[in-house]
Structures are given as structure tokens and as C-alpha cells.
């Protein structure tokens, strides 16, 4: 698979790319578990709700057994009362997280990557640096190269590039070790060093 090569002034050829990475067939069903299971494990766990024994209610019964006519009842703490405790609450603790295994998550990826090197959304570049860590330079650099939304992975994230990106709402910056399929799903264009690409088949493969 050969993905384009872009410079700060334009295109520069093309560089060759693994197939196994980059040549798969697209998975859709894969792709939205993968996202789905990603973002389900980032989810935090932010609400608490009591049960019964948690109310704070008194544990005196409302009324005698029998002769009111009425249903017998224990105590108003009970989940079939109005202010009573629920019968599966809520906790802090609860885990959202899905089982994803290193095998389907490594397919997934490349069938990601394999459907944006078709759709031509991935430019290679010999390498990604600032000479000073400033938004102003980054943002002039990524409209230079013709991008306006740009996910930029490299093989190590300088501070420089760091400091620049985090004020940049359409642009990212991260480090092969963080590439993940919702960043990848999110930004229309994509940006690879030759390090980086190196890498990554190294990690795909």
C-alpha cells in the first residue's frame, strides 16, 4: 500500500506501506465495538443512589399484620414504597468496561487505518517538529499543508508540540503508543511521521 508523502509546501510521492496494516478489509461491526468498548472504559462511575438499608427510615411497621384490610407491610424503607430504597442502586464503583482482547483490538486498528489510506485521509511526513512552543506556529504549519481538523501522530511527543496543541480544537498531537480508534474515527485527515508509521506496523503486525 503506497500512502502519500506531504511536505510543508505540498506533496512529495508516496511511501510504501505495509499491506497488513494497511490494506485490510473494512469491519464495520468491529470498528463500533471497538469504539463502543474505548469509550465505555473511560466512563467514570459518578452516581450513588441507596437501597433499603441505606434510607434512613424508621424500621417500626407501619400498621399491625392483620384486620386494616390493607397490604401487609415491614417497614417504609421498602422498595415498593414512595421515598423507599431502590432494589438495584446505582454506585460510584460500578464498571462500565468491556472486554476487548489484544487480537481484535490490533484487527480493528488496521481496519481503520486500511479504510482511510482508501479514502486518501492519511499523509505521511519525514517529521513533525516546532522549533518554539507556540499555538500560533502549529496552527500556521497545519493551514500550510492545506488541513483544517488533523490528527498528528508521532513517535514521541516533544513539549514543544505539547504546549502548542492542547489550545487547538480541531488539532491533536499524540504518540504512537496512545493512537486509539476513537481519534482515529474522529478527525477527518491524519497525519503520520516515517518514524511513527515505522512504529506502528511494528505494534500491528
Known sequence: MDLKMIGTKGNEGTHQAADAVFGRDFNQAL??????AYQAKARLGTRAQKD????????????RQK????ARAGMTSSPLWRGGGK??????????SQKINRKMYRAGICSILSQLAREDRIRVVDEFRLEQPKTKLLAQKVKSMGFEQLL???????????????????????????????????????????AALAKLEELLK
Open 31 to 36: 470498528v463500533h465495538q471497538l469504539v463502543v
Open 52 to 63: 433499603r438499608g441505606a434510607v434512613r427510615h424508621s424500621t417500626r411497621k407501619p400498621w
Open 67 to 70: 384486620g386494616t384490610g390493607r
Open 87 to 96: 432494589i438495584f442502586p446505582n454506585s460510584p464503583d460500578e464498571n462500565f
Open 152 to 194: 498528528v501522530i508521532t513517535d514521541e511527543v516533544d513539549q514543544n508540540l505539547a504546549l502548542s496543541s492542547r489550545n487547538l480544537p480541531n488539532v491533536e498531537v499524540i504518540a504512537v503508543r496512545h493512537a486509539n480508534p476513537v481519534a482515529l474515527v474522529r478527525y477527518p485527515n491524519v497525519l503520520l511521521t516515517k
